[in-house]
């Protein structure tokens, strides 16, 4: 098989499209361009989140080789510490990343802002308060999210407000030549590896691309991905499954998936398989959005 070192673009995709060439063929695509018809896509800047919320507690992250560190601030701190850094010209001491934020329950009235919402992307579970399934992004120019997978082996769909992102990706395929550490962690630097310290990484395929404000990815549950912000950049996603998709991950629980992350995709799978209400199985999975791993 010939293994492509491109990702697809497309310009538009209908659902049954984007369901069929991609989510069952488990391939990313970018769907360029794509949401810059939303009614309020321009409005979006860290200056409107720090005028509708500035007292908001938020937390954000500093990755390190050996953990991640929690920093707990208001949206206003934040924000002033992402503007005075773009304004250094000596680009140190970057700000923390502000990472998995769920913050259309934490400010409700930016759902109106994300109109018309991609729905029939996502299967029919997910559609009652999907909001509540989204986690933002939300960084200065070069943050980063090192080289990892979605921890619940779920699908992704990746919307991209404001500036532009560097993302490196690699099939699950290559999981084998980037060097794991812990469940979904991988210690190759795609942007600067160490090949004598990681040979394998030589058999591996990254995949490159520039991801725009207004773009749309999808990556595929178990997909590699590395992250590097080029601007100050507002980003969020939504982790799903299928049926399919949940009942593989459940099936990881013998493959080291830890006893937390197998509590969830239970959940999920008594809701896309057993048919259990969101209504029900979102009180327990809730704290998902929370989860540091
Ligand atoms: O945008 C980022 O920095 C990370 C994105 C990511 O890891 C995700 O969408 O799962
Ligand atoms: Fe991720």
């Known amino acids: 098989m010939i293994i492509s070192n491109e990702i697809e673009r497309r310009y538009k995709l209908s659902s049954n499209e984007f369901n069929s060439n991609y989510v069952d063929c488990e391939k990313p695509v970018i769907i360029s361009g794509a949401i810059k018809s939303w009614n309020s896509f321009d409005k979006w800047s860290l200056e409107y989140l720090k005028d509708l ?11 390190s080789n050996k953990k991640i560190e929690l920093c707990r601030l ?72 090192p080289l990892h997978f979605d ?3 779920t699908n992704n769909i990746f919307f991209q407000l404001v500036g532009r992102k560097q993302f490196t990706i690699l099939l699950p395929r290559d999981a084998k030549n ?5 469940w979904r962690w991988f210690l190759v630097d795609p942007e600067n590896p160490d090949f004598n310290k990681y040979p394998e990484y030589r058999n591996a395929k990254p995949i490159k691309f520039i991801v725009n404000p207004g773009d749309i990815v999808y990556m595929p549950p178990g997909t590699l991905h590395h992250v590097r912000s080029l601007d100050m ?19 990881a629980m013998t493959k080291g998936m830890p006893v937390q992350n197998c509590y969830y995709n239970f959940l999920l799978t008594m809701g896309l398989v057993l048919k259990v209400p969101p209504q029900i199985i979102f009180k327990f999975y809730k704290s998902y959005l929370n989860y540091v791993s």
């Open 178 to 182: 980037c060097y794991r550490k812990g």
């Open 233 to 251: 950049s507002i980003s969020f996603n939504i982790d799903w499954h299928t049926q399919k998709s949940s009942l593989r991950a459940l099936a």
């Open 74 to 145: 208001t949206m206003q701190e934040y924000v002033n510490l992402i503007n005075n850094y773009e304004k250094n010209d000596q680009k140190t001491d970057s700000p923390p990343y502000c990472h998995d934020l769920p913050l259309f329950s934490l400010i409700p009235s930016l759902i109106k802002d994300v109109q018309p919402f991609p729905l029939d992307y996502l299967p029919k579970w997910y559609r009652y308060k999907w909001w509540r399934y989204c986690q933002f992004f939300i960084g200065a120019s070069n943050s980063l999210t």
């Open 151 to 153: 921890c619940l082996l």
């Open 53 to 63: 919320s500035p007292a908001l507690n938020i937390y954000a992250k500093k990755f």
